[in-house]
């Protein structure tokens, strides 16, 4: 029987893998082979990622790819995705090359708002609390100063300090409810750290505020954190072209495949079992961007669906039309991203993908982000309104076959010449194998 562990945090490197592979694995001297396997070479950047976070043990790989030819607001960008979704950097790439003969893609942010809270409760005279709270806010303001100075000479900082009253939702429950600009820093610490100074201000206050009853003076204060809720920090890219030209197969007029795709949107739109899916498509673009940039997937995650049923329902994040002839297709999208700070400077290769997305500032990466979403999306509903998603799917899953089967560097160029003319799948590829290995 396994017996829990006190102080595993305190043993070295090794002792935690002993303990693992010895509790956990049925093969400990092959498991700690495989942990090894993935160490880095280099010493100092093994300790980089070691230190990331507690318990480090080994790496987790992902592949780094590269979608090139993504023309946006007239640049050219070749976007690095972090993914391990076999079809997904290819599908990106085939959409960019597709829109780079129509004049590519257009993207503008619309907002960079960022929101915190200080969630707290007061038994008491809310006309009371009204009037201390105006008293209080520029108090706020000088409290963060040290906090904002940095900030404010970047042309960030806190934008506004409300006082929400939310008693009908909760009794006594109340809010500051802030806004913030943190210009190309993701800014989860910064504002963490002004609404932490900000629970502290109000609760000093209220003590000393002699209007206040002894209860009233007893502000509890909940918690303080920042929202991964970002309505206003959107970004809209958008791609059209005149109808005729969306020639995307011999075997579909592009009038039928305009209608095709303005359908799929629309049960997406409509149909929330449809919307998840669709959306997940749009986020294999946006993640393996997120990722290979540092950015936090969790938070973007989290902001993108909660945006996505910001109306009551869940629906789709793209939007498509046909109007006087013109196929537009569009997404609007929540991303609160950071191009500096966090891991931006830390991790040798996210550093180096920034640098390959030629140093973007936070709104200039909102951008790419929306596009390489927007891109994914229109990548999957041509493949699912023509031919369906399994061909192309399986046709780049192929070498995931091929290496569970141990297919050998011959039997891999065979296998991919004679899968240009026939459906992949498990049965097939592994008759493929059998007739060859018996010939
Ligand atoms: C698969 O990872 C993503 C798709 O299911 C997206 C979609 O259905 O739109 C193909």
Redesign the pocket.
Known sequence: MIKPIGGFSKLSKAEKIDWVVSNYTSNPKESKKILETYWNSGIKLQQLHDEFIENTLTNLYMPLGIAPNFLINGKLYAVPMAIE?SSVVAAASKAAKFWLKKGGFKAQVQGTEKVGQVHFIFKGDYEKLKQFFELVKPKLFEATASLTESMNKRGGGISKVELRNKTKELPDYYQLYCTFETKDAMGANFINSCLEQFATTLKMEALQYIPFSEKEKEIEVVMSILSNYVPNCTVRAEVSCPVEELEISSKISPALFAEKMVRAVDIAKKEPYRAV??N??IM?GIDAVVLATGNDFRAIEAGVHAYASKDGNYTSLTHAEVKNGIFKFWIEVPLALGTVGGLTKLHPLVKLNLEILQNPSAPELMQIMAVAGLAQ?FA??SS?VTTG?QKGHMKMHLMNILNQQEATEEEKILAVEHFKNNTVSHRTVEDLLTSLRNR
């Open positions: 979704e899916t669709h997940k498509g294999n999306n999957a509903l699912l998603i």
